[in-house]
């Protein structure tokens, strides 16, 4: 499975659009991208995925390059509950396909 | 209500004694997964299981076992020889489909003694 690269922090201010950036330049074509977030002590929370297409959601948008190498999700208003843990991760769709985790993006929304 | 139940929420262990958490689903997913998470850390895959009585190991397997007798059970035993199990554990399924959604627990905290 591909691995992804994700910055490791960003902020943003509370009602602002939150765009949270990632890479998986050695993406194949049957790898799914998907979004987690996680806070403090809990299991992660699914987001959103895509295969190519952009994605939208009650709760975010994805947008995914053409040659699908990086892609971005957008909080299109954050709010201080929205300051957690980040994850993008690629997942094939093959036999003994398994999920790989980064340290994610830890997003924290200001006042 | 449908989702993945971990129990217990938090344990402790003495060392040298082995523990086993608990993972139930009643989603009919076919694929579960554990995780192991380290403070300020990403999450690292222990073990795997795509169907019932198969499992593979994953990126940290060392001093972990499973066993995968039932598709809605994936118990994780933590052995002693586990030399630093002290750790948030998390258990996630998914429905061996294509661009499924993988669904998470709540999580388990194992802390030695």
């Known amino acids: 499975d591909a691995k992804t690269t994700q910055p490791p922090s960003m902020d943003c201010a509370e009602g602002r659009a939150a765009n949270l950036p990632c890479n998986h330049s050695t993406i194949s074509g049957n790898e799914y991208v998907y979004w987690y977030r996680q806070i403090h002590s809990q299991g992660p929370q699914y987001i959103i995925h895509?295969?190519?297409n952009n994605e939208t959601n009650e709760m975010a948008s994805l947008i995914i390059t053409e040659d699908r190498k990086s892609s971005t999700l957008i909080l299109p208003h954050a709010t201080l509950r929205d300051t957690a843990v980040y994850y993008c991760i690629v997942r094939s769709t093959g036999a003994n396909s398994k999920l790989t985790f980064g340290k994610g993006i830890t997003l924290s929304v200001r006042p | 209500d449908g989702g993945i139940t971990q129990s217990p929420k938090y344990l402790f262990r003495k060392e040298g004694q082995n523990v086993t958490l608990s993972c139930e689903q009643n989603?009919?997913?076919?694929?579960m997964y554990w995780y192991r998470q380290d403070p300020g850390q990403g999450l690292r895959l222990i073990y795997y299981?795509?169907?019932?009585?198969?499992?593979q190991k994953g990126d940290i397997a060392e001093g972990y076992s499973v066993s995968r007798e039932k598709k809605e059970s994936f118990p994780l035993t933590v052995t002693s020889a586990q030399k630093n199990p002290t750790a948030f554990y998390l258990c996630a399924s998914q429905q061996d489909h294509s661009g499924n959604t993988i669904y998470f627990g709540e999580g388990s905290w194992l802390t030695v003694v």
């Open positions: 895509g295969l190519k």
């Open positions: 989603l009919n997913h076919d694929a």
């Open positions: 299981s795509q169907i019932v009585n198969d499992f």
